[in-house]
Each structure stands twice: as C-alpha cells, then as structure tokens.
C-alpha cells in the first residue's frame, strides 16, 4: 500500500528532523508513553499533537515548509484562512485556527480523524478553489495534516470521536425510493434545498456561514461532486454528520440507519442529471442550466409524488 518513495520520503524527513530538532526526539517517546498510558496522560503533554495514518506520522517540520509553499497564499502564515488571494474568493479559505471542519467522519461538533484530513486534501473541495493535493506523496500530505493541527488548540485538547458509524448499504428499490421521499420531506430538507432539490427552497437566500458570509445549500439536480466525498457512503455521512460551520445540519439523533439509507436512494434521484450526463460529459459545463421537466417528470415516475 505504501510506495517505495513514500516510505523513504519518511525515512528521509525523520532523520533530518531528528538532526535538526532536538525537540523532536520527543516523539517517539510521546508514541509509546500514549501506548502504554493513555489514560493518565495529562493532556497539556500532548503538544506535540502527533499525526499518523497507517505506519506514516507527520513532520512538523516537513509540513510547515510544505504549508509555507502551497497552502499560504489562501489560508494564510497564521491559519487563519485570510492569505493574500483570501479577498478574492468564495467561499473563503478555512481559519484553520477556529478548528471547525465540513468534511468529518466524526459527530456533529466535533474535530475531524486524521484520515478525513488526509481525504479532504485528496480530494480537493469542489465549487471551490480549495484544489486536490493528490500530486503530493502521502508522506507530504501527512506532513501537512500535522502542521495544520497546530493553529487550532481543539487537536490537542479533543479527541476526533465519536465516528459516526455507516452500516452496510441495503439494495435500493421503489419501496426504498418512497420512503425516502417521505423522509426528505419530513425532515425539511427542502426548506433549504427545495422539493426538487435544486438549492431553491424557501430559507436558500437567507443562509450565512459561521463567519456570517452568504452560502448556497447544494443544487443536487446538476449533478456536481460533493465536497466531501461522492460515494453513497460519502453521502450517508455527510448528512449524518452535518457541514459543521454551514447551516448544513446534522442528521444522526433524527434517522435511523435503515432511513438513513432510504434518504440516500431518493436523493440519487435527485441527481439524476449526473448520471446522464456523467456518460457525456456535459455536467461541467453548464451545470446550472441542465435539470428540467424531463427530471421532474423522470422523478414523478420513480417515486410516485406530485
Ligand atoms: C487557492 C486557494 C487555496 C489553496 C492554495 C489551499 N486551499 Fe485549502 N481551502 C481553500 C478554500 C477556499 C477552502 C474552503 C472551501 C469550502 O469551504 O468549501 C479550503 C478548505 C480547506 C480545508 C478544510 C476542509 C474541511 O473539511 O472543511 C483544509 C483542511 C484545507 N483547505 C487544507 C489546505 C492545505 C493543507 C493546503 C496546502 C497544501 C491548502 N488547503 C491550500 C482554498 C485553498
Ligand atoms: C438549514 C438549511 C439546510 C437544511 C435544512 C439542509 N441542508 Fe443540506 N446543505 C445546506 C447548505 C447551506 C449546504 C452547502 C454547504 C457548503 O457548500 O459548504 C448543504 C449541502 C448539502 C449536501 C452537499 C454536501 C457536500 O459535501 O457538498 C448534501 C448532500 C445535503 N446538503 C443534504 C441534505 C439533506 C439530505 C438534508 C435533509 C435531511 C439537508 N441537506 C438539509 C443547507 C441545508
């Protein structure tokens, strides 16, 4: 799974760090004392807010001269999401010293894993200009993760949990579908997303983020990626545990899992213009445009509502 350039990508960093900073060695140490104690740990010990997926933990060092070259004309020296190209985009940047994140598979609240991080520079956050780091060695990346934890005190003072569990996925089918429907409804997504799903209900134009600034709730009918993830799974999630610092609540005290998943099925209805034009490659082009009658009509016929 590990690439023979990531590994002595790591070997590499580590012993650099080692030479470098004597504070480093502390690491280590820190790793087994965690092992061995981790309940009497005293959290003030913790600084050092250890990164690590698989077998590969983050570079402090590594990930600062990383941060300073790719990530700090957006988010800025101090994390704090206001960089010099800040002004100019929409959505802003993430402060990352406010410690609050969309794409978790964590609880409503609170911090995300390292593994989500690790995902969401992967992935890049569509519809906006956060890119993917994918280019990055999984080593960069996790060097990375490990830097950014440090603007924001929570990493060191929480723990990323509860993770919301995702059960198996039952086989979708017109029962599924209806429940579903009926389940969008009560919950009131449309208020914000509309009947339709088109990012068009009642309360659209009224929503602020947590730094009071506009936002849009996702039009589902172009079908555009998620943010944080496009599988059924991604999805399951993402309503589950909400977009924490967007009015896109949390859905976990309110549906069971089985409902969860009707939500799910319906909702891939919505989308249905994606797997169209998935196949023609039109869905990036005019994204807004596309969904019609010819999909009110299609979702008519599938769920049988008006
Ligand atoms: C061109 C500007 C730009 C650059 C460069 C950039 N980002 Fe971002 N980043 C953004 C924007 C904008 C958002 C907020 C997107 C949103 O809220 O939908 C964001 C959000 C994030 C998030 C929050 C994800 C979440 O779940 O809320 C993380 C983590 C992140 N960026 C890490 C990085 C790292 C690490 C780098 C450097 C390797 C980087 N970004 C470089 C623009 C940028
Ligand atoms: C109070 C308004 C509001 C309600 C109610 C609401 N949403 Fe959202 N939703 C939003 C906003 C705003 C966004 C866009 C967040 C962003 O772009 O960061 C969003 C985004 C989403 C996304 C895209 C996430 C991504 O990763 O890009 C999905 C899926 C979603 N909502 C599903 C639902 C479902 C299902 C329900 C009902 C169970 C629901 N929403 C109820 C406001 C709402």
Redesign the pocket.
Known sequence: MWTERSIEHEKASRARVGRLRPQAFRLPVLAILAAILPATLPSAVCFAQQTRIGNVTGSLKRGKE??RR??V???GVLGNGQ?E?APY?D????D?TAGV????STDTGHI?TDM??YE??GRG?H?????S?FP?TRQQRID??AY?KTFSPRFHEEKPEPVVPVPPEPPASPESLNRGLEIFKKMECAKCHGLSGRGDGPSASTLTDSKDRPIVPYDFTTGERF??GQTNQDLYRIFMTGLD?TPMPSYLKDLKPDQAWDLVHYLRTLQMNYENSANNGAVKTSPARQPGRSIRNALRAVSGSK
């Open positions: 990383l941060y790719y990530c004309g957006c988010h960089g190209n985009l959505p802003r940047p993430r990352f994140f969309k794409c978790r995300p989500d991080l969401t520079l956050l519809a906006s200009a956060m890119p780091w990055l990375l993760i950014v943010k944080c610092g």
